[in-house]
């Protein structure tokens, strides 16, 4: 071949890469409900978050307190979750039944809500798998009591 030949010719045409801008108004509208739906979803969680503040409170406490104080730590807990009228009366059988109703799975019927009704009235701390029972249930029923409206 010609070497003059060769230096006709030319490389060939190469369009411009697309862009990566959305060529629709349509979405920019689905890019701005998916915007507003992130920010609503981060507002919920932002607002959970805050209104749990009671709870991580009061298990930070549960871990430090002593155990003839977790009754009160209870009945705080449930004063910052409940109306006053509410839980302030509660007291024996009556608040071991409302701390039965609205602990979801914490479980105050048997020997652990009778020694936390005790607590108040002994002499002598309870035996170590007694205590470990009661700061079990009141961490149970701190973490996963259900206030209804």
């Known amino acids: 071949m010609r070497p003059a030949a060769l230096d006709r ?10 862009t990566w801008m959305p060529q629709t108004a349509g979405w920019y509208v689905v ?4 915007f507003l739906l992130a920010a609503w979803i981060a507002w919920r969680v932002f607002a ?4 749990n503040r009671y709870r991580r409170e009061a298990l930070r406490e549960l871990e430090h307190e002593d155990v003839f104080a977790i009754p009160v730590l209870l009945k705080q807990t449930a004063l910052a979750a409940w109306p006053r009228q509410d839980v302030a009366s509660l ?3 009556s608040w071991l039944r409302f701390l039965e109703i609205h602990g979801g799975r914490a479980k105050f019927a048997k020997d652990s809500g009778q020694g936390l009704l005790d607590l ?4 002598a701390p309870p035996a170590p798998e007694e205590e470990h029972a009661i700061r079990q249930a009141a961490a149970d029923w701190i973490r996963r009591h259900r206030v209804r409206v």
Do not use: M
């Open 9 to 18: 010719l030319h490389d060939f045409y190469q369009p411009p890469p697309p």
């Open 31 to 34: 890019f701005g409900l998916l």
């Open 48 to 51: 959970r978050w805050r209104r």
């Open 91 to 93: 007291s024996g059988e």
């Open 120 to 123: 108040d009235y002994r002499g």
